[in-house]
């Protein structure tokens, strides 16, 4: 085995290889403010100003990053998260401004209501046994205008986050419908109710004031149900499966390539927060850590990942061309 290690003929033998193409950017959108506002527990990340966005499309181009999904923080909330679907709504805005400033950037949207509702759930909330809880077929209804407002916008792919029964086979209804049979949908169809959304949850402003989403995200020590899930999605017309988190849930990645379809991992904010964090103490080599979490994300058989980590990454590429 020391043949093949040695220096001048490593790359020959390299498995897995990580491009940029592979990543997907997300980016915070504030409707609320004018200039960049610092994510205090995601060092290097912000939340950017609509009007910022055909300069951060131009920015990540020339990264050779192909896409971006975007999560908006809109001005006004409530119950019915009105202002997910508005036709001038913050994530709406967005997608025009960044396709017209760069027509071939990928622009995937986050298609949920946990940004837009007054209680951070993410759809509408009612009675159900004894208690308020999650309804799940109302909240189809609003991810069908959520989702086909976003398609008007000129999104490329939407993104139902909120792991609804039937979400895929109801959006993808609605966008034929609508005559937007060319717009994929990117389901988060294996998706945890997990404690590493931390941060996201602060950069979003989209946490819970009450229960938490256990019934409607998956238990995280259930990995058949995991399949299940994307399995039925897969079924009902999804495009691209995602997993969510992705560095401790590379078995149930790996698991879903018999299925077929492209997949997606998620290397969310509490990946991202812990590996910065390590880093900013000098335990770790930032460098060294984010790649190897990259590749390793990869090798388990995600065709596209989406992490914070996108534009570093890419820069770190450059310099290694």
Known sequence: MRRYRQRIVQELFTETCIDAGDLIVPL????????PLPIVSM???VRNPVGDLPGVAARIAGLDLKSVILFGIPVAKDP???????PDGVIQRSVMAMKEAVPDLVVCTDVCACEYTDHGHCGIIGKKHGGKDLLNDPSLELMNRIAVSHAEAGADIVAPSCMLDGMVASIRAALD?????????MSYSSKFASGFYGPFREAADSGFSFGDRSTYQLNPSNAREAILESTLDAGEGADILMVKPAGYYLDVLASLRDLGLPLA????????AM?????????IDERAAVMESLTCIKRAGADLIVTYFAEEAARWMHEEQ
Do not use: M, N, T
């Not at 915070?28 to 200039?35: A, H, K, Q």
């Not at 590996?275 to 335990?283: N, S, Y």
């Open 80 to 86: 019915a998260a009105s202002s997910a679907f508005a």
């Open 28 to 35: 915070f959108v504030d409707e609320g403010i004018d200039r």
């Open 43 to 45: 060092p290097g990340q």
């Open 275 to 283: 590996i910065k964090a390590a880093a900013g103490h000098g335990w």
């Open 265 to 272: 991992a998620f290397q969310v904010s509490g990946e991202y």
């Open 177 to 185: 419908a609508r005559g937007f049979e060319d717009v994929l949908i």
